[in-house]
């Protein structure tokens, strides 16, 4: 076929060729033979002047200056060469003059059937003319298609490549391999009642850390039912433990509280000792009031203003001190009730969000990053059912000197607040784990007066100055706390009051 400037004619020549026709560099019938002055070579005329062009020697003997000289005469004897058309192996029974082929294969003149043309659909795919159709109906991407599934209609490309892999009412087999078919939308439902889902046992809650499929969950809880016996009863001495050493807290409590309300009775018995006093004090004055003619009237007016004032102050002063017993006594009701309902929650429920241990990975982009918010914890509870919080881990510390970690301790709305004491005093110590010696670095936080947030909210809580402890670590050597590009932190010695 003809093919760009400086390529000779690649096709099948029926006559036979004329001495010296062939291009000395492509091996192929020159077009627009040329020949050099200085060895007589023979040369596409395209690729000889292109390397005159660049300065370059003569590709055949090296002679760096040459002329050259088109022959017109010898290269019209090979126009009128007999050739068939280069499409012949593909079926193109043309055959013509050498002279002709180009406009033979000349796609805009729709001669050869064979040439290659663009896609009328514009899929950016070279086809041959004869293959249109059939690329059209079959093959391109650009082609009319729809899902069978749901009937979406766009391009077949956008169909196969895009709505396919989120079409809901494809078929898609269990990634289980249970053997079971249906829908993308209804795999999910599949998937929660599959015999072959992986599940983590229903005892995983008192240390049981063995996983299985669905269809042997009952064959496993019958099997190991004696040691999750076991471990459930290691659970509950554990908690036993707990519940009694809160009990001997409360019973402290308790007799803590009865002496304060003995002292306010001791108190209430004086006050009305003295008021029982003022009374008589005050019958004595009415007495001798009525033995005496008093036949200043200025007297006797002071004296009435006298008992009146009197009498209001030993009335408030009564009323007062019964509000104030009252209200203690309330107060301590609620609080043996609180403390009691706190209690049997930590004996009946276990809670989540308990995991004392959290980690910070990719280290090294965290502490390029300088971020202005802090890395926050998952959330944990002080004890099972108690205060939620969660660590916030700034890896620049306060001022930006280097190996600096700062804490930041926020409040998180719990289910059991409204059985919790508020507020609350609460002290805590984070260590940053040591992989080399164990000597963990580590900062103890006291927080006197620890507030409910509100729902929905986490807040920062500011901690007390306890003996010089601070909520900023500084770290000797950073690679010594690091695992993997990963530092662990370990929540512990956590005591409420």
Aim: glycine letters at 6%; a negative charge; aromatic letters at 8%.
């Amino acid at each position: 076929m003809a093919v760009s400037e400086g390529l000779g004619y690649r096709c099948e020549v029926i006559d036979s060729v004329p001495e010296n026709s062939l291009c000395h560099h492509c091996n192929l019938l020159a077009k627009k033979l040329t020949f050099t002055s200085c060895c007589g070579e023979s040369y596409c005329h395209g690729y000889i002047a292109q390397t005159q062009e660049e300065g370059k020697p003569c590709p055949a003997c090296g002679i760096e200056s040459f002329t050259t000289v088109v022959l017109l005469k010898h290269q019209k004897q090979i126009e009128s060469l007999q050739v068939y058309c280069s499409k012949k192996l593909k079926g193109c029974e043309w055959r013509g003059s050498l002279g002709e082929l180009d406009t033979h294969l000349d796609p805009d003149l729709d001669n050869c059937q064979y040439v290659d043309t663009n896609c009328p659909l514009h899929c950016l795919q070279a086809i041959p003319k004869n293959k249109v159709d059939q690329h059209v109906a079959q093959e391109c991407s650009k082609r009319p298609y729809f899902c069978q599934h749901c009937g979406f209609k766009a391009t077949y490309g956008e169909v196969v490549n895009v709505h396919l892999p989120e079409c809901k009412y494809v078929p898609l087999q269990c990634p289980n391999f249970c053997g079971v078919s249906c829908e993308r939308e209804d795999m999910e439902d599949h998937i929660r009642m599959c015999r072959l889902e992986e599940l983590d046992c229903t005892f995983c809650g008192v240390g049981c850390q063995e996983r299985f499929v669905r269809e042997q969950e009952d064959r496993h809880l019958l099997e190991h039912s004696q040691r999750h016996l076991s471990m459930t009863a290691v659970k509950v001495v554990g908690m036993s433990e707990q519940f009694e050493s809160k009990v001997l807290q409360l019973e402290g409590k308790i007799r803590d509280q009865e002496q304060t309300i003995g002292n306010l009775e001791h108190v209430l018995s004086e006050k009305q000792l003295e008021i029982q006093k003022l009374e008589e004090k005050l019958e004595e004055v009415q007495k001798s009031q009525e033995n005496n003619v008093v036949e200043d009237k200025e007297m006797e007016n002071k004296f009435q203003t006298f008992s009146e004032e009197m009498e209001k102050k030993c009335n408030a002063a009564r009323e007062e001190m019964e509000l104030k017993y009252n209200s203690l006594v309330t107060k301590m009701q609620q609080d043996h009730e609180l403390e009691v309902k706190q209690l049997w929650l930590i004996w009946k429920g276990i809670s989540t969000g308990t995991d004392k241990r959290f980690e910070i990975e990719q280290y090294s982009e965290e502490k390029k990053k300088e971020s202005q918010h802090d890395k926050k914890s998952g959330g944990m509870h002080t004890h099972i059912n108690g205060y939620k919080f969660c660590i916030g881990v700034s890896l620049s510390g306060t001022g930006r000197e280097e190996n600096l970690v700062s804490f930041n301790v926020y409040a998180i709305k719990g289910w059991g607040d409204d059985t919790l004491r508020w507020p609350a005093w609460i002290k805590l110590t984070i260590e940053i784990l040591n992989h080399r010696n164990g000597e963990n670095a580590r900062t103890t936080l006291l927080f006197s007066k620890w507030e409910r947030p509100a729902a929905g909210r986490m807040v920062l809580r500011e901690p007390d100055d306890l003996s010089g402890s601070a909520s900023t670590v500084k770290l000797g050597h950073v690679e010594e706390y690091l695992l993997n590009d990963t530092m662990f932190f370990h929540v512990s010695d956590i005591i409420v009051i």
